[in-house]
């Protein structure tokens, strides 16, 4: 009994130098792996030059999009994506619409584009700060409750910035490594804000600007970009 009594303490004592080992090379493994296709932030500008009835164009052409059948069937093949939105004009006017949320399923992204839908502008006489809102995004994407493959920010607007600091110093201060910029214009204004856009928004791996020719197009143009970047994070988490 007393050599059976050594033996049964001494085994835990052989495991207790391996469980920590085992622990610290599989821990980090399983936190890295990625858990949705696509993290995407929809950054909605509201500054003085979007009237009441642009707005009403912009979320409820938002919202359309998403409903979307093809739309509804890319988000279900990548396997769900996360996504938030918030609106965005001057320095310190950025305002949530919908907060970080899950859509896996059509009551997922029903329940997304009604809150869009119905949301009611907190601003509307406040000048287009870029940057600011680009910060904001990159603050969001920092906050975002799931690790996902892709990281992709949706900036719209009609306008180029003309308050605060440059898209070029938020890249600077703010992390936006593997993040990919797009962006949705609203064509028509001096100074162009689609040369703008490309030179100056758009950015990371694949970015690209999508055109609208006026407010009434805004939803046409949004559906085709949400398909792109939403295909694109089913293609990537696939891999």
């Not at 979320?59 to 979307?68: F, H, S, T, V």
């Amino acid at each position: 009994m007393e050599g059976q009594n050594i033996l049964f303490f001494k085994l835990p004592a052989v495991f207790i130098g391996v469980f920590p080992a085992l622990i610290f090379f599989m821990a980090p493994q399983a936190r890295s792996q990625p858990l949705c296709g696509l993290s995407l932030v929809l950054a909605l500008d509201v500054s003085s030059s979007v009237d009441d009835e642009e707005f009403a164009l912009q979320n409820r052409g938002l919202a359309a999009a998403l409903r979307d059948p093809a739309v509804r069937s890319s988000i279900r093949a990548a396997g769900g994506i996360q996504v938030t939105a918030f609106e965005w004009s001057g320095r310190r006017q950025q305002v949530d619409i919908a907060p970080w949320s899950l859509l896996s399923f059509d009551e997922d992204i029903f329940a997304f584009a009604d809150r869009i839908e119905a949301y009611e502008r907190a601003y509307k006489e406040f000048p287009t700060a870029l940057g600011y809102a680009l910060g904001h995004a990159a603050t969001r994407l920092r906050d975002a409750p799931l690790d996902c493959v892709r990281s992709v920010v949706d900036v719209s607007g009609d306008g180029v910035n003309n308050d605060g600091f440059e898209p070029a110093l938020a890249y600077r201060h703010f992390n936006f490594s593997g993040v990919t910029v797009n962006g949705l214009v609203i064509e028509g204004a001096d100074p162009d804000p689609v040369a703008y856009y490309r030179s100056e928004v758009a950015r990371g791996p694949g970015a690209f600007v999508m055109v609208a020719t006026d407010f009434k197009d805004y939803e046409s143009a949004m559906r085709r970009k949400l398909l792109r970047e939403i295909n694109g994070a089913g293609l990537a988490h696939a891999r």
